[in-house]
Structures are given as C-alpha cells and as structure tokens.
C-alpha cells in the first residue's frame, strides 16, 4: 500500500485553513500527474492514428485499463474494490462524496468521453487526501456505453436492473453479459453499499457544440435527458433479388426504410428541436447483394427532457411499426430496452456548490445546460444528490475517434469540480 497520506487528524494546515476560511481559490490539484494519467488510460485501446479508444466493456482493454486505475487507485490510498459486473471503486475509509464516470468506451470511442470523469475524480481524491481535505471515492462504472444494454454497470449497481436480467443482455456480436463479466474472475467482490456515499459528481465532456460556440469553459447540468430504446425486428420474404418483381416482394430493409424516413413526420407536433432519435445499427439477412433481405433487425432510440413527450413519441412509433407492417405485408416485432432511463433533474445543492466554484474558477465563462447525452449520475440520482459539471467539447464532436477538448478546459474542469468537492465534502 502507498503513501496514505498525512494523518487526518493532524492540525489544519495551512492550506485547509485557509480554504475553509474562505481564503482559499485553488485546491492544490496536481495538472501535469492529472494530464499523463489522462493520456496513460487512453493508451489501452488507443487507436494509432488518432487520440480515439476502442474499449469496449470486458474486453480485455478495458479490463487492463481497470486494473491500471486499480493500481493509481491503490497508490492514492484508496481501497480498491470491484463489483460483480466490472464498476470499480477506489474507497476512502468511511463516509465519503463518490466522484466518477465510466472507463469503457464507444466502439470508435473519443479518448475522454467517461475516462475525464474517472481520472479528475482520482486526482481530486489525491490531492484532498494530501492537503488532509474531505474524504473522496472515485469510481469507475462498467458499460456506460451499452455494449450489453444502457449505462449497465450503474443500472444493476443503483438496483434498476437487476443482475439476472442483466446476465441476459446480448452485444451486437452475441456474447451474453454473464458470459463477458465472468472476464473480471477473482476481481468480484460484492456490490458496494451505496449508503456509503453523501452524493456523486461526475466531470464529463458536453459532447455538443454549445459550449465550444459560445467560448465558455463550463456548462453547470441541470438535468439529464431520458432515454427509450427498441430493438425491432422485420419478417418479409427471403428471395431472389433478379426474379422477384418489385411489386411482389415482402422487402425486410425497404419495410425499415419506410420506418425510418417516415419518423420525422410522425413526430412533426409532438418533439422540440431538442428532441432526439436514432437508428444506430441495423444488420439485414442474410445480407447479400443478389438476395432480397428477408429480415432486418434494428435499435432505435429517442431521447428527451420531458417524460411526457418521451410517451407521446412512443405512441407515434408504435403507431407507425403497425402501419408498415400492414403496407409492406412484413411482420414488424419489438424488444423494450428493459430498464426506462428517465429524465433526471440534477440535486439544486450540488448544481449551486457547482456553480459557485464554476464563479469562482472561470467568473464569466459558464453556464446552467441540460445534458442532452445521457450519464451514470442519471442512475444515481435516486440514490443520492447527483451533480454534474460540462468542459467544452472541440466542435461538438463525441462518440468519434476525433472527439477532444483544450487541455487548458480540462484543466479548468478539474479545479472547478475540486473546488465543489471540497465545498460538499
Ligand atoms: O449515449 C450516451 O448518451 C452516452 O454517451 N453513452
Ligand atoms: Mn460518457
Ligand atoms: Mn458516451
């Protein structure tokens, strides 16, 4: 075991008392060891032309780069400890604010979508430990990214999705979720108890063009949008694709097609133009060029501020998967993602700590936004006060080998989220 630091019950030194009195503007982070564990964790599936990452949850990058955090983790004085789906934790002793985000990424993921939040979390909890500061833990949690469902490490940890159902989700590949986490062996203790944690902040990129528009370094989140989610499945008729008539067919992609193009009409009253949806993947069969596909299997996921509307354009897709169904003569079915991850307000507490160090750290240059992407703290806000701040994110790029921000921004992030932390803690 490492340094663990001085001992928390020494005298305030200068710098505590100096905080605490109000005096103090920076908490003694450390930029330079904060930027090379940056760039050490991208290294783990690090792409060689780019700054992007594949590091897809349990594969065996990420579960290098979890056993590297673990080690940091160690080092810095925390008890390091995994879970049974892959979330790891560094654990102060006793009571402590949990700071994190995830560790796993995109299949082309950016370098510091998730991994931001883990390391500044990590360096917050060095630094605080160093200086005799409040206690911290730090966490990185398994799949945000969905290789298996949505956010799945922080569903099953915050008890939306239970472990059994989450044992039973599919990757686009087909390799089951029990099957994947079985990779962590030895690694899996228990499940953290979550009444442990006085609340959660999480540090992300924005992913979106707002800040990075208006030269702002900070956005402050007041809530997080909710997601839905549908597998659909489309039956036509497998056949010939030079012998069957065009009238005559039952084509799976032209019925998915249809669906597709006709959504924006069918939403036309109900969504903002902060509404989103998306038909990310999609694998026709037997997916060859001379054959007619007789089956195309899709996602499509829509996403929301408003629960309300979230159901309303549920209704129009359902409507609409009906409606195709009985033009094309194909059978259309759905599987419902199975956990609803719904819109989130942040906690006003940690919104106003947030945007007090935000005043304090970069006066002028931030903001109150929603996350349009969705994040951990969403499945914890049920659980405990949930915050989270934004840096900007390079012309709005993210879930992109290219996705990358200032280092100067993630250096301002970093003193904004210390300085909420210690304030919270
Ligand atoms: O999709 C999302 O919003 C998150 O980046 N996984
Ligand atoms: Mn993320
Ligand atoms: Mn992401």
Request: aromatic residues 6%.
């Amino acid at each position: 075991m490492g340094d663990r630091g001085p001992d928390r019950k020494a005298p305030l030194d200068g710098w505590r008392a100096a905080w605490l009195n109000g005096g103090m503007k920076n908490i003694p982070v450390d930029p330079a060891r904060f930027l090379a564990d940056l760039h050490a964790l991208r290294r783990f599936g690090g792409d060689d032309a780019t700054k992007g990452v594949r590091r897809r949850a349990l594969m065996p990058d990420d579960i290098a780069a979890r056993d590297w955090l673990a080690g940091r983790m160690q080092e810095a004085g925390l008890a390091v400890h995994f879970d049974p789906v892959g979330n790891l934790f560094g654990l102060a002793e006793g009571p402590s604010l949990l700071l994190g985000s995830h560790s796993d990424t995109q299949p082309e993921g950016g370098w510091l979508d998730g991994a931001l939040g883990v390391i500044a979390a990590l360096e917050i909890a060095r630094a605080l430990r160093e200086a005799g500061g409040p206690q911290v833990s730090v966490v990185s949690f398994q799949d945000e990214e969905g290789r298996f469902g949505a956010l799945t490490g922080s569903s099953v940890w915050s008890g939306k999705l239970p472990l059994e159902a989450a044992d039973d989700l599919v990757a686009t590949d087909g390799t089951r979720f029990a099957q994947a986490r079985a990779a962590l062996g030895a690694r899996a203790g228990d499940f953290v108890d979550p009444g442990r944690f006085s609340g959660f902040l999480e540090m992300h990129i924005e992913q979106g063009p707002v800040l990075d528009q208006a030269g702002e370094a900070i956005g402050v989140v007041t809530g997080i949008v909710g997601l839905r989610q549908l597998h659909v499945t489309v039956r036509g008729q497998q056949n010939h694709a030079g012998t069957t008539p065009m009238a005559h067919r039952r084509d799976a992609f032209g019925a998915a097609a249809k669906i597709a193009t006709a959504l924006p009409d069918r939403f036309a009253g109900i969504v903002t133009p902060q509404s989103v949806w998306t038909i990310g993947h999609i694998v026709l069969h037997p997916g060859a060029s001379s054959v007619v596909p007789g089956r195309a299997e899709f996602s499509l996921q829509w996403r929301d501020i408003d629960a309300g509307r979230l159901d309303r354009m549920e209704a129009a897709i359902t409507e609409l998967l009906a409606d195709v169904a009985a033009d094309t003569g194909c059978e259309v079915s759905v599987a419902r993602l199975r956990h609803d991850l719904a819109p989130m307000p942040m906690d006003a507490a940690m919104q106003a700590a947030l945007s007090a160090a935000a005043e304090t750290v970069a006066p002028g240059r931030w903001r109150a936004m929603p996350s349009g992407a969705l994040h951990d703290a969403s499945n914890l806000a049920g659980l405990m006060p949930v915050g989270m701040v934004f840096v900007p994110s390079i012309g709005g790029i993210s879930h992109a080998f290219e996705e990358d921000t200032a280092e100067d921004d993630l250096v301002t992030g970093l003193r904004v989220l210390a300085e909420a932390a210690a304030r919270l803690g």
